[in-house]
Each structure stands twice: as C-alpha cells, then as structure tokens.
C-alpha cells in the first residue's frame, strides 16, 4: 500500500523569505501522480501544484515550485517570496494512476506560519 | 459559477442519531469522492462513485452510507454504527482534462457528536 510521509509538523518563515517543505511517500508502482494541497484557515482545500511521475521536469507555479526526485521517491515543495496569505496547512498527496479508484492518499500535513 | 457545495457547514449530532451530509456538484463531473479529516492527520477516503448509480467503500467505510442517484448529488449517512463520528468531511469531484487528472473540493462540513 501506499504512504505519504510529511517529518515537518510545523514550520515559520519570515515573510519574503524561502521555504521548502519536505514530502517522501512509498509506492511500487511507475505511473502516478503528486500533488500539494493548501488549507487555509476556511479549511477549503485548494490545489497549490501537481506533478505527473513520468515527467522529468519538476512543476512550477508562479512562487511554488517541486523538487521531483523519483528514485528517491521525494516530492518536496519550495515556496519563494513567502506572503502572509500562505499561512496554512500544506498537504501532500499521491494519486496512483493504477487503482482504479484515483483516490488521493495523503500525508498528516506540515502547518506554515508566515512571519510579517 | 461552478463548484461544489456542502451544507450544513457546522452539524451538531446526538449520539444514536443518524445524519446525512449534503454534497452538490454543478460541474459535470462523473466521480466523486467522501473524504474524512482528524486533527493531525491527513484525508482518509471513505466512500467513491465513479457513475451515477454505483459506488464503493474506501479505506475507512464502517459507519457510514451514500447513494448516487444524480450526477450532482453524493449524500453521505454517518450512521449510528460510527463509533467516533466527530470529524471534519470533505466532498471531492474528479475530472481528467487534457490528461490531467485533478480532485476539486467542496468547503466541507464539521460534524460535532455532542
């Protein structure tokens, strides 16, 4: 079975600075997909970045971006130009393309506070 | 605009009570998705329907039902049986655009046992 594993239960950062949150997940399989997702304090989960496994190039969205080693089976997440709007929880999350179900398997979250 | 919906926002439930959480979805979306959270934890899957009519249990079914009878529509029962009801719950729809395979959420729905 599939696992996703976030070691950072919190984290600060100093507004405009950089921070990268770390995400490994285990998996046997070759087609899948990863995902971050943001919940604010409005609990509304919000897709923040996708990477599909069979891409090399890791994903970039504006200020966020991956750090996509597969061998290594890590999928961590840098957010530059931290603001305080990114204060939330940060979910990571797999989708395997084999289970028919593509339910989304998710890590217990890293909590970022923004420091103004 | 489209999206989902879930109401009530904030449900208060008696213990032996059965209670059923309201999920809408305008986006014509063939699958959707229940999901739980606790605190400290990420979502665990609880039921999914892919079709109109059908679905199936997820990693944590035990206590609670659903039904599919509308596209739009994926209620999901927490029945008396769930012996620890008290959680955040999430409603999801998936779509698969140009290959790109993404679950939207809805705002969720905060199930207090008192």
């Known amino acids: 079975a599939q696992t996703v594993t976030q070691s950072q239960p919190e984290m600060s950062v100093q507004e405009a600075e950089t921070v990268t949150l770390s995400c490994t997940y285990d998996?046997?399989?070759?087609?899948?997909?990863l995902f971050w997702y943001k919940q604010p304090p409005s609990r509304q989960m919000i897709l923040v970045i996708r990477?599909?496994?069979?891409?090399?190039q890791n994903a970039t969205e504006n200020r966020f971006s991956v750090n996509f080693q597969k061998a290594a089976k890590s999928f961590s997440l840098k957010i530059s130009d931290s603001q305080l709007g990114d204060t939330a929880m940060y979910f990571c999350a797999f989708m395997s393309r084999m289970d028919s179900s593509y339910k989304l398997i998710f890590g217990s979250g890293t909590r970022l506070l923004v420091r103004p | 605009d489209g999206g989902i919906t879930q109401s009530p926002k904030y449900l208060f439930r008696k213990e032996g009570q059965n209670v059923t959480l309201s999920c809408e979805q305008n986006?014509?979306?063939?699958?959707m998705y229940w999901y739980r959270q606790d605190p400290g934890q990420g979502l665990r899957l609880i039921y999914y329907?892919?079709?109109?009519?059908?679905?199936q249990k997820g990693d944590i079914a035990e206590g609670y039902s659903v039904s599919r009878e509308k596209k739009e529509s994926f209620p999901l029962t927490v029945t008396s049986a769930q012996k620890n009801p008290t959680a955040f719950y999430l409603c999801?729809?998936?779509?698969?655009?140009?290959?790109?395979?993404?679950?939207?959420f809805g705002p969720g729905t905060r199930l207090t046992v008192l």
């Open positions: 986006l014509n979306h063939d699958a």
């Open positions: 329907s892919q079709i109109v009519n059908d679905f």
């Open positions: 998996t046997s399989e070759n087609n899948y997909y």
């Open positions: 999801a729809s998936r779509v698969v655009t140009s290959g790109i395979d993404e679950q939207f």
């Open positions: 990477q599909e496994a069979y891409k090399q």
